[in-house]
């Protein structure tokens, strides 16, 4: 699994911009991603999800990519504004109720 | 739809005490996680229920342990408390029928161990 340090990796963005953030996952078998948004002070709350047998998925102002060749995982959020400010986990589905998640990247939303 | 609910949202116990925590689930779910989340360590998976059957467990000592009742609601239990214990303890339901798929979190109870 993938530990988290003390400093989470920090996106700033301009509010209005678009937001690219991106997750490496460990298991080439994983059939299942997701991603999360926590605020502070609350739990995780779900924003997309993506099964292995897509590449690209889109929801609301985001939009999940997933490359398997790599591993890698991208959540692209539209027009990023304040209430976006927040930190995001990528998961990875490996087993009956059990999520891997990913160490989480601190978007910072400026004006 | 009321959504995950824990209780209580916040907890100070003391060094080998024992602590329990409850989470009641979506309506209709039956699948129930937990993860302990610290600043060190992310967010790691302790273990899941399903129809009062765990299901799935994580790599944690046997100090924690859990539950689930016939209504689907759980708790988890930590006895002997660390200071290492220190964390937001989630819960995350969901239907249970395929994998790990779509789990919904609650609020979190924050454990302090003094």
């Known amino acids: 699994g993938e530990s988290v340090g003390l400093h989470l990796p920090t996106l700033s963005v301009q509010e209005g911009d678009n937001s690219i953030i991106n997750c490496a996952y460990s298991n080439s078998a994983s059939d299942y991603f997701i991603w999360y948004k926590q605020e502070s002070g609350k739990g995780p709350q779900f924003i997309i999800d993506?099964?292995?047998?897509?590449d690209k998925r889109q929801g609301q102002r985001v939009t999940v990519l997933l490359n398997k060749t790599v591993k890698h995982l991208s959540l692209q959020i539209a027009a990023t504004q304040p209430g976006d400010s927040a930190v995001y986990f990528c998961?990875?589905?490996?087993?009956?109720?059990?999520?891997?998640f990913g160490a989480g990247t601190q978007v910072v939303v400026t004006p | 739809k009321a959504g995950v609910t824990q209780t209580p949202r916040y907890l100070i116990k003391t060094r080998g005490q024992q602590v329990t925590l409850s989470c009641s689930p979506i309506s209709g779910h039956r699948s129930v996680s937990w993860y302990q989340q610290t600043p060190g360590q992310g967010l790691q998976f302790l273990f899941e229920?399903?129809?009062?059957?765990?299901?799935n467990k994580g790599n944690f000592p046997g100090r924690f342990s859990g539950r689930q009742f016939s209504n689907s609601r759980s708790e988890m239990n930590v006895s002997t408390l660390e200071l290492g214990d220190s964390a937001l303890y989630l819960c995350?339901?969901?239907?249970?029928?395929?994998?790990?798929?779509?789990?919904?979190f609650g609020p979190g109870t924050r454990l302090t161990v003094t």
């Open positions: 993506i099964r292995s047998n897509m």
């Open positions: 998961a990875e589905g490996q087993s009956w109720g059990k999520l891997q």
């Open positions: 995350a339901s969901s239907s249970g029928l395929a994998g790990p798929y779509e789990q919904y």
């Open positions: 229920y399903f129809s009062e059957t765990q299901r």
